[in-house]
């Protein structure tokens, strides 16, 4: 795979990077996008219908053994070589952050640490009354559990529908994005604000702007450098001839 030399330059010479990752990295390691059909069970809801405050409220059963069905898909799969190489790339990378849109960990699993999860994380648990992580509770059967601290019910530690970003998670990008010299774009649609505003802050900081994606999207004519497949197939290989180029192992 040939890149642009001064793609390969400018990632080199580069002291602050900043990435963000959509639903696109976790599909290629199975993981269906949130919009996609459901199956089995749940092929008769639609997941933008389950994922609010109020489907919670009518239903709290529902939505939690829902939640459970998406984790249990999770679990079983594991971080593809684009999250690997992101790890790398942070490991090389003088100043680095991760801002993800994704809720399922994987960035994590791989080894990621500078990570911004901006809509939380499915294998986490909170209380919906007061908003307090819980790591345990009591299994007594009750569907959902309640929580140890308070009583009430637990719910996964996501952003809903309706449901303000968490402020310290959009700050943290916001800046990440303004102070990077090269902001990467990688399988996300470009349509879900506020992560789809991130790559034009920094663009209008001046960073030089590189979208990684199978399909074009809004942001597409923006871009610097448009790698247009698979994040496992490039990010891997752009990573290794920007540190083979320095004369680094990898």
């Known amino acids: 795979m040939q890149f642009d030399p001064k793609l390969i330059q400018q990632l080199k010479s ?39 405050p109020q489907a919670f409220q009518r239903n709290p059963k529902l939505v939690w053994e829902w939640y459970q069905w998406r984790r ?6 594991v971080p593809n070589p684009a999250h690997l190489a992101l ?4 490991q090389k990378a003088p100043a680095f952050h991760l801002i993800t849109q994704n809720v399922d960990g994987l960035h994590r ?13 499915i294998l986490r648990t ?4 007061n908003n307090h992580a819980v790591e ?13 601290f308070c009583g009430g019910l637990l719910r996964p530690d996501v952003v809903w529908f309706g449901e303000n970003l968490p402020s ?29 505003s991130l790559p034009y802050l920094a663009l209008e900081a001046g960073a030089l702007l590189v979208e990684i994606n199978p399909d074009h999207t809004p942001l597409s004519q923006y871009a610097d450098h448009l790698l247009n497949g698979p994040a496992g197939e490039i990010l891997p290989e ?13």
Do not use: M
Not at 23 to 51: C, D, M, V
Not at 177 to 188: C, D, K, N, R
Not at 238 to 250: H, I, M, R, T, Y
């Open 109 to 121: 699993r791989a080894g990621s640490t500078n990570l911004i999860e901006l809509h939380g994380n």
């Open 168 to 196: 310290t998670a959009i700050e943290r990008a916001a800046s990440a994005a303004q102070h990077s010299e090269i902001f990467l774009s990688i399988g996300t649609s470009g349509l879900v604000n506020p992560a789809a």
């Open 14 to 52: 580069a002291t602050r990077i900043a990435v963000l990752t959509g639903a696109g990295i976790s599909k290629e390691s199975g993981i269906p996008t949130f919009r996609e059909a459901q199956t089995g069970l749940w092929e008769n809801y639609e997941a933008a219908e389950l994922a609010t």
């Open 238 to 250: 752009l990573v290794a001839q920007v540190w083979a180029s320095k004369g680094e192992n990898l």
């Open 126 to 129: 909170k209380c919906f009354e």
């Open 87 to 90: 790890v790398l790339l942070e």
């Open 72 to 77: 249990s898909l999770i679990t079983q799969a």
């Open 136 to 148: 345990a509770w009591q299994e007594d059967g009750q569907i959902p559990p309640r929580c140890p």
